[in-house]
């Protein structure tokens, strides 16, 4: 499971907590213009935007988590297993992908959510695995700039595209139930609570933070959606322009929807936590990251590495 971001200050940034019970040999990695990108259906492509996100790397090609390319396009995949469709046929009408494909797919062609809607309605995602060895995680996608956000759910019925203004998106179930859900916590506010109780004067708050009580704490997808939605719109940086008050807000916002080592335990016993966090200044492309062992927030630019002809891998 996992959370993912979009918030606007003076720059524009993306992130996500990866959840996870197991390693996936993650790190970061920087696609830079001339490197090839070869696609199961669809025609390779050796001129397009550098890109800089987390990837595990098989055979020379980055699958990426989530990523950002250098015109400020931001897109995480996360885990929906129970509603993730991929037909398992192409479609001569449409342009078909393996979901492998999709992150370096959109940042390649793509500047800005707009064009990622229009590409995406001529889209058709196969059930085409990696390898034998790498089988399709069932998926869907938080796709964001500065300007938009947009949430995208392969479903049986299509692919489904919604508007994302809460810029949050967690896992299932699909975005509409999440969507509808917030009408339930509409009374949550960060200011103190009023007395609505009629005829009983004299009762007051006895301490900050009660105009939030029923802002749900567990770990689950929808409470996670609707925990990170309320304190992104109500987020404050110390200083909006300053660009490590912004990433230091940033990680805690997704600190306060992580999980901790123990506190998820999965059917099979094994322990699904928050891996690593990350934060993409997409103005300036800088990719910032924690891991669970290592809470010292690091980065990796891209400004001056868009040019080459192999990855660049940075391990974490």
Request: one cysteine or more; glycine letters at 6%; hydrophobic letters at 40%.
């Amino acid at each position: 499971m996992c959370t993912s971001i979009a918030m606007n200050t003076a720059d524009f940034y993306f992130g996500r907590n990866l959840d996870l019970e197991y390693d996936f040999g993650q790190r970061v990695v920087i696609t830079p213009r001339g490197y090839p990108f070869h696609f199961r259906c669809e025609a390779p492509m050796t001129e397009h935007p550098a890109i800089i996100g987390m990837a595990t790397v098989a055979d020379g090609y980055p699958l990426y988590a989530e990523a950002a390319n250098e015109h400020g396009l931001c897109i995480a995949g996360l885990n929906f297993p129970q509603n993730a469709y991929y037909y398992p046929e192409p479609s001569e009408s449409r342009r078909n992908l393996s979901p492998f494909e999709l992150i370096p797919w959109l940042l390649c062609h793509c500047r800005t959510v707009a064009e990622a809607k229009d590409l995406l309605a001529k889209t058709r995602l196969v059930d085409i695995p990696f390898s034998d060895s790498l089988p399709l995680t069932p998926l869907h996608w938080h796709i964001a700039d500065r300007g938009a956000s947009i949430a995208v759910e392969p479903t049986a019925n299509g692919l489904q595209i919604y508007d994302n203004p809460m810029d949050v998106l967690t896992n299932e179930p699909p975005f509409p139930f999440h969507r509808a859900n917030l009408c339930r916590y509409l009374h949550l506010s960060p200011a103190p609570p009023c007395n609505y109780l009629r005829g009983i004067d004299g009762v007051e708050p006895f301490g900050a933070g009660m105009g939030a009580i029923g802002l749900p704490g567990d770990a689950s997808s929808p409470s996670r959606f609707v925990r990170a939605a309320f304190l992104l719109h109500h987020s404050r940086p110390a200083e909006p322009a300053d660009e490590d008050a912004c990433v230091n807000q940033f990680f805690h916002l997704l600190s306060a929807v992580e999980m901790v080592r123990g506190s998820v335990i999965l059917g099979d016993g094994s322990c699904e936590f928050t891996r690593y966090s990350s934060c993409i200044n997409a103005d300036r492309g800088i990719y910032y990251y924690t891991t669970y062992e290592n809470r010292t927030i690091r980065a990796v630019e891209l400004r001056g590495r868009e040019v080459g002809a192999e990855l660049l891998e940075f391990a974490l």
